[in-house]
């Protein structure tokens, strides 16, 4: 019970048929990582980042929390990002929430949920942003659905307010920021058509001159 052997054994068995597809892909993992994307997803365990865009170990930078939110205060994420942007150098910053999200879900509830309900005020806030065209919408799932949304479309805009992100475009480092959302239901990315490449993108109020 305290070793977890069954997974050891899996990754015994993973580790083996990896090696049997291509013999050198652990020799090469583990020289270097050059990824061209920071994925930042949610922890939710049915959204592993690497299997739904169908990239291998290596190919992705991940970062993941309750509900994919960007915090400025929040040093291990702005971390991650740095580190993404300034070493690996990566081309292209993923944001993809799904549909579903617990973290979301909780955030619409007036409930108490204990330590966790600090961090949904981020969320809280985005509905309160967007409260008129949430509130909108007759059926309650498609508030769910919308907000799933719109929470991304925040968190992308609170990456490229980033003195990292906006230093490299000032650098004119070509960096692309996305913004996606997951269906659970069918495995699908959905683009939400968010992707901001530079300063003259953003809002002046939050650009570093």
């Given at each position: 019970?305290r070793?977890?052997?069954h997974?050891?054994?899996?990754?015994?068995?993973?580790?083996?048929?990896?090696?049997?597809?291509?013999?050198?892909?652990?020799a090469?993992l583990?020289?270097q990582?050059?990824?061209?994307?920071l994925?930042?997803?949610?922890?939710?365990?049915?959204?592993?980042?690497?299997?739904?865009?169908?990239?291998?170990?290596?190919?992705?930078?991940?970062?993941?929390?309750?509900?994919?939110?960007?915090?400025h205060?929040?040093?291990?994420?702005?971390?991650v990002?740095?580190?993404?942007?300034?070493?690996l150098?990566?081309?292209?910053?993923?944001?993809?929430?799904?549909?579903?999200?617990?973290?979301?879900k909780?955030?619409?509830e007036?409930?108490?949920?204990?330590?966790?309900?600090?961090?949904?005020?981020?969320?809280?806030?985005v509905?309160?942003?967007?409260?008129?065209k949430?509130?909108?919408?007759?059926?309650?799932?498609?508030?769910?659905k919308?907000?799933?949304e719109?929470?991304?479309?925040?968190?992308v805009?609170?990456?490229?307010?980033?003195?990292?992100?906006?230093?490299?475009?000032?650098?004119?480092?070509?960096?692309a920021?996305?913004?996606?959302?997951y269906?659970?239901?069918?495995?699908?990315?959905?683009d939400?058509?968010?992707?901001?490449t530079?300063?003259?993108?953003?809002?002046?109020?939050?650009?570093?001159?």
């Amino acid at each position: 019970m305290r070793r977890l052997k069954h997974l050891f054994e899996k990754n015994k068995k993973w580790a083996a048929k990896t090696t049997e597809a291509d013999p050198g892909f652990f020799a090469r993992l583990s020289k270097q990582q050059s990824p061209e994307y920071l994925w930042i997803g949610c922890a939710d365990s049915r959204v592993p980042a690497n299997q739904i865009v169908g990239l291998v170990p290596g190919e992705i930078f991940v970062h993941r929390n309750i509900a994919n939110v960007v915090v400025h205060t929040d040093l291990n994420c702005l971390s991650v990002i740095q580190y993404a942007v300034e070493v690996l150098r990566v081309k292209h910053i993923i944001v993809c929430g799904h549909y579903g999200c617990g973290g979301i879900k909780a955030a619409l509830e007036s409930k108490e949920h204990g330590l966790i309900d600090n961090w949904l005020r981020h969320i809280k806030d985005v509905y309160r942003f967007h409260q008129e065209k949430i509130e909108a919408l007759e059926n309650e799932a498609d508030r769910f659905k919308l907000l799933c949304e719109l929470n991304v479309v925040e968190q992308v805009a609170n990456v490229c307010h980033t003195t990292i992100v906006q230093n490299a475009w000032k650098a004119g480092r070509e960096l692309a920021v996305h913004g996606w959302v997951y269906g659970l239901e069918d495995g699908i990315i959905k683009d939400l058509r968010v992707c901001i490449t530079g300063l003259d993108e953003i809002s002046e109020i939050h650009r570093m001159k």
